[in-house]
């Protein structure tokens, strides 16, 4: 899909960019296309999100169908489904991080690894498929320590909650 495609499928779904367009030039450059890509990706998911909202009994059946036209337009192709799989849980993973944060509430540092730790298992589960043993074995190591950043994180949230007690320090155990 080019820049200019991208850009005429936003402007159709009135998602065009926050940018002024006094200041965008008149076609959209290359250099753009990601950034404009991202920008119809959320369009397209706040679509979605919008459409599917699973608030009353049944819904699930509107997340499905969506899933329907998600499959049509991949086709038969396990590797590229996770491909597409892992680049939107890396996504998710940034978007649940706050890149912006110094340090995590518990809470998303526990959903954080959640994500990573489903990024690290289709990941070992491909080098697997493809006999790439030392690339599973990175993987299934990435995906262990993710599992147990989720425990911890969802420790240090009990702890700050109180409903577990927190590290024993020096001197007190």
């Known amino acids: 899909m080019s820049t200019e495609q991208i850009h005429a499928a936003l402007a159709a779904l009135a998602a065009e960019s926050e940018s002024d367009p006094k200041k965008r030039p008149e076609r959209p450059r290359e250099e753009e ?26 819904e699930i059946e509107d997340v499905l169908e969506t899933l329907l036209g998600w499959w049509e337009q991949l086709g038969r192709n396990p590797d590229l489904a996770v491909n597409v799989l892992t680049n939107r849980l890396q996504r998710t993973a940034v978007q649940v991080s706050e890149p912006e944060a110094e340090e995590l509430p518990p809470g998303r540092e526990a959903a954080f690894a959640a994500v990573m730790t489903a990024v690290y298992a289709l990941g070992a589960q491909l080098h697997a498929d493809r006999g790439d043993e030392e690339g599973t074995r990175r993987a299934l190591s990435g995906a262990e320590e993710a599992l147990i950043d989720i425990l911890q994180g969802m420790h240090d949230l ?8 927190g590290p024993v320090s020096e001197g007190n155990g």
């Open 158 to 165: 009990r702890v700050a909650i109180g409903d577990a007690a």
């Open 33 to 58: 296309r990601l950034q404009l890509l991202g920008s119809l990706l959320a369009k397209t998911e706040l679509e979605i999100t919008a459409a599917t909202r699973l608030t009353e009994e049944g």
